[in-house]
């Protein structure tokens, strides 16, 4: 089984899958998303109640199945940023980045200079705690390189300002928030609204245009091969619970049936 990592899938063509982690942070979950031939996986912290102890498990988790992670952190504050990096996350989700303002701190939290201010502490989880004596810049410059930023569009003003954050150096996938997004526009759910269309086709278009990566999470597979058509190559397949109620609930339907 072909092994990448994330900054190898970015920006290239064809689907990347995976899903979203919001209950099982089991010792076998990479391994067993790896079997099933998941490309990366999102450990969510926003809406789970998770802590970074649990973030520091599922990294070594999925280390030993090769499977890259994603954390999506609770906010935009730099500590958590920062330490979702540090515990070894391949990559961060941010949730509700509406600006070039913002965007530039997030880039300026997980970055080490001269790209960012991100405190330094080597030799750690990021480095797979390896006992080095290489120059610091050297470092610094491999971990910026390895560490992938991923800004979620999740209002109009985030939407619109999609072209200008994508541009920036370090800005690696623009992640769809539908749900929020809907919210946002005062009209819950509807994605089909041709402003809501509008909005997601400009984050994709403009993700492409700078030769970036765009995402989005499905409720299914079926949806998910429909996402990719528009344009989304990273997408994810439900989520871990979601995924285990969908497959228990079609296999009661079907004994039921008989």
């Known amino acids: 089984m072909t092994t990448n990592t994330l900054r190898s899938l970015i920006g290239t063509p064809g689907p990347k899958i995976g899903t979203f982690l919001f209950e099982f942070a089991t010792p076998g979950i990479g391994q067993i998303l790896k079997a099933a031939g998941a490309d990366y996986a999102v450990l969510d912290m926003e809406h789970t109640g998770f802590g970074f102890d649990t973030v520091r ?114 800005v690696d996938m623009l992640w769809l928030g539908h749900n929020d997004l809907s919210v946002a526009m005062n009209k819950p759910g509807a994605f089909d609204h041709p402003d809501f269309l509008k909005h997601e086709s400009d984050s994709i278009a403009a993700a492409r245009k700078h030769g970036k990566s765009a995402g989005r999470l499905g409720v299914d597979a079926r949806q998910c091969a429909d996402f990719v058509k ?6 994810a397949i439900a989520g871990d619970v979601w995924l285990l109620q969908q497959a228990f609930a079609a296999g009661v339907a079907t004994v039921r049936k008989g």
């Open 57 to 170: 498990q599922v990294v070594r988790y999925c280390q030993a199945a090769d499977l890259p992670l994603i954390v999506r952190v609770p906010s935009q504050q730099r500590h958590h940023i920062s330490r979702a990096l540090d515990a070894g996350a391949d990559g961060i989700m941010v949730p509700i980045v509406s600006s070039v303002v913002q965007a530039k701190a997030v880039l300026d939290a997980a970055k080490y200079w001269p790209d960012g201010t991100r405190g330094v502490a080597l030799g750690l989880a990021h480095e797979r705690f390896a006992m080095r004596s290489d120059p610091l810049l050297d470092r610094f410059a491999e971990q910026n390189a390895r560490t992938v930023v991923i800004l979620q569009v999740e209002d109009p003003r985030g939407a619109d300002a999609a072209g200008e954050i994508a541009a920036l150096p370090g």
């Open 230 to 235: 528009l344009g989304y190559d990273f997408v």
